[in-house]
């Protein structure tokens, strides 16, 4: 029984391209995130939703869209993909937030390895 | 935001207790201390968290300073398994670039 899962493991594309990668969790958690690890395994937080609403953007490219369909699902969808998108995205999920703060346990999916050629 | 500093690596030889040491001096009173591992090519794990007080689990224990403004995480007993990268994070989902820690047959 996977918690938090990806789709695709790894996705290989060219420049200019527009891909999806999907998450799903099974956890019945109501908040979840996209991190993305770069070459340097520096992990940054990109997105976090709440419930379908979306709670943080840490200031990432107009290109990067996520998009709730359901509680238990995040996906990502990037535009016009460059050199510079290459990396591992994770997906993660967690319990609701208690007054905003984030003390709750985050699960983690297995990663998505994007390389943009 | 409060920010947490790692040695950038640990070696320990197997079945010996690792204790990976992190900082964070500029902690709010209510951020909790968030302990997570990222074996190799899988995403991070979970592993303890805390606010004040030390904290056992089936992983590890934590032990927190009495000011808060640093933390251990300690490994009982090292296996080759717990080579990991370990990051601690405060609760503004910032992670640093943690401890890659090493364990020797």
């Known amino acids: 029984d996977t918690a938090v899962s990806q789709t695709p493991k790894y996705l290989v594309t060219q420049m200019g391209n527009d891909k999806s990668i999907k998450c799903e969790q099974n956890?019945?958690?109501?908040?979840m995130y996209w991190y993305k690890q770069d070459s340097k395994k520096f992990l940054k937080i990109m997105f976090s939703?709440?419930?379908?609403?979306?709670?943080i953007n840490e200031t990432v490219p107009n290109r990067f869209s996520p998009k709730s369909p359901d509680k238990a699902h995040l996906n990502l969808h990037i535009n016009s993909l460059e050199l510079g998108d290459s990396a591992v995205y994770f997906c993660?999920?967690?319990?609701?937030?208690?007054?905003?703060?984030?003390?709750?346990?985050?699960?983690f999916g297995p990663g998505t390895r994007l390389l943009v050629l | 935001d409060a920010k947490t500093t790692q040695p950038n690596s640990m070696e320990s030889n197997e079945e010996e207790p690792v204790h990976l040491p992190c900082n964070h001096s500029?902690?709010?009173?209510?951020?909790?201390i968030h302990w997570y591992r990222q074996l190799p090519s899988q995403g991070p794990e979970y592993v303890i968290h805390?606010?004040?007080s030390n904290v056992n689990n089936r992983m590890a224990s934590l032990a927190i300073a009495e000011d808060r403004k640093s933390s251990t995480l300690i490994l009982h007993r090292a296996t080759l398994r717990d080579a990991a990268v370990y990051y601690c994070?405060?609760?503004?989902?910032?992670f640093g670039t943690g401890t890659r820690l090493q364990v020797f047959p």
């Open positions: 993660a999920s967690s319990l609701p937030l208690a007054g905003g703060r984030y003390e709750e346990t985050q699960y």
């Open positions: 956890l019945g958690h109501d908040t």
């Open positions: 939703y709440n419930n379908k609403e979306l709670i």
């Open positions: 500029t902690i709010s009173g209510t951020d909790y």
């Open positions: 805390g606010l004040t």
């Open positions: 994070i405060l609760s503004k989902l910032i």
